[in-house]
């Protein structure tokens, strides 16, 4: 079974994004993008929720053809271009979309059936709305976590609304050398 890995830079005191949404905060360099796009080009499939993808989409299908694009933007636009979208949203139209399905009610049906299917793991970027759906609803399998040497005080958190214990297994580590360290982390479902 395909497993979605939530992958997420958060501050230290756990918040995504500042309370209007900002993401100034968020450290990246080539060490980060170079890792990121070794493990996301083993993967075929992203899940957004409908603001990130409508980000996602005014962006990378033409990165690449930037006069100044980066060797980043290369990869991620050709590897966006291949990959399936999945999208968490109530008013795309799926018809007018390119290998992008749109899951807009029965959200667990229509995630376990897609979780059924063949590929790799579904890497769910960003979209804390999303996400926090599917945190509530037990559909997240693992963390991947960047988290960025800040304490932002307020914003949005990427834990909310969860009523029970989720104990998680630590799979891996990396320290950057910009100070931002991952965590990978699998759901303990025993």
Request: charged share 25%.
């Amino acid at each position: 079974m395909r497993k979605i890995i939530a992958f997420n830079h958060i501050s230290l005191d756990g918040f995504v994004a500042g309370p209007n949404g900002e993401m100034d905060w968020i450290k990246h360099d080539e060490e980060i993008f170079d890792h990121v796009s070794k493990r996301i080009s083993q993967g075929d499939a992203a899940l957004y929720g409908r603001v990130t993808y409508q980000m996602m989409e005014d962006y990378w299908p033409t990165a690449a053809d930037k006069p100044n694009a980066s060797k980043h933007d290369l990869e991620h636009s050709a590897w966006y271009g291949r990959s399936r979208k999945i999208v968490l949203s109530k008013t795309l139209n799926e018809a007018e979309l390119t290998n992008t399905t749109i899951i807009s009610d029965s959200i667990t049906e229509g995630i376990n059936e897609i979780k059924q299917g063949t590929g790799s793991e579904i890497l769910l970027f960003g979209s804390p709305t999303a996400t926090h759906a599917l945190i509530q609803l037990g559909l997240i399998d693992g963390y991947w976590l960047f988290v960025n040497p800040i304490v932002l005080g307020k914003g949005i958190p990427l834990f909310t609304g969860i009523e029970d214990k989720t104990k998680l297994k630590l799979v891996t580590t990396r320290s950057f050398t910009c100070g931002v360290t991952e965590l990978n982390y699998l759901v303990d479902k025993d």
